[in-house]
T-cell receptor
Framework: EAGVAQSPRYKIIEKRQSVAFWCNPI?????LYWYQQILGQGPKLLIQ????????DSQLPKDRFSAERLKGVDSTLKIQPAKLEDSAVYLC??????????????FGPGTRLTVL | AQKITQTQPGMFVQEKEAVTLDCTYD???????LFWYKQPSSGEMIFLIY??????QNATEGRYSLNFQKARKSANLVISASQLGDSAMYFC??????????FGTGTKLQVIP
């Protein structure tokens, strides 16, 4: 079974530029998560999708971050414009969980973003 | 709002010994799940063990067990017979109502030969 795929693995941009990350979850997983993990901290949930609907985006900085999951499969996370404090690893995860079950998440390798 | 507290930034354990990593949680959700994940230096996040809030028995998965004390709101991870490959960051996480997810700050475990 193929795991969660993410690209790119690394990205270096200058502040005020735009960047996009892509995630392909495990086939059949209805729930998809995007996390931001700053060096030395735990992952912080940015947005959670159930199929192509948003379940939780309470911690997504909506003035600069956006995410979509068209057709309930792949997802993209965009930052426009980037700030220095956006430097972090962006993790994508998927699970078979539903509203009433708590299933483990399978994580992708992450995208390491450096904003100069 | 949910909160996960991991009070041990770093821990050392001798190879083949057991170690306990602490996790306390705070949630108002009547139903929730508690998870532990391992993150080696390579960066990938690996699921270890899960405990449901209504589970009567503590979860076990091979060398991993979860010491769940609901009244104390604690969900400590016990690793038995530590191996060098256990050296990593360990994160406790909770899923609350409609799977609202919160991670702790992590504990860095180092296994000494």
């Amino acid at each position: 079974e193929a795991g969660v795929a993410q690209s790119p693995r690394y990205k270096i941009i200058e502040k005020r530029q735009s960047v996009a990350f892509w995630c392909n979850p495990i086939s059949g997983h209805a729930t998809l998560y995007w996390y931001q993990q700053i060096l030395g901290q735990g992952p912080k949930l940015l947005i959670q999708f159930q199929n192509n609907g948003v379940v939780d985006d309470s911690q997504l900085p909506k003035d600069r971050f956006s995410a979509e999951r068209l057709k309930g499969v792949d997802s993209t996370l965009k930052i426009q414009p980037a700030k220095l404090e956006d430097s972090a690893v962006y993790l994508c995860a998927s699970s078979t969980g539903t509203a009433s079950s708590y299933n483990e998440q399978f994580f992708g390798p992450g995208t390491r973003l450096t904003v100069l | 709002a949910q909160k996960i507290t991991q009070t041990q930034p770093g821990m050392f354990v001798q190879e083949k010994e057991a170690v306990t990593l602490d996790c306390t949680y705070d949630t108002s959700d009547p139903s929730y799940g508690l998870f532990w994940y391992k993150q080696p230096s390579s960066g990938e996040m690996i699921f270890l063990i899960y405990q449901g809030s209504y589970d009567q028995q503590n979860a076990t998965e091979g060398r991993y067990s979860l010491n769940f004390q609901k009244a104390r709101k604690s969900a400590n991870l016990v690793i038995s017979a530590s191996q060098l490959g256990d050296s990593a960051m360990y994160f406790c996480a909770s899923h609350g109502g409609y799977q609202k997810v919160t991670f702790g700050t992590g504990t860095k475990l180092q296994v000494i030969p």
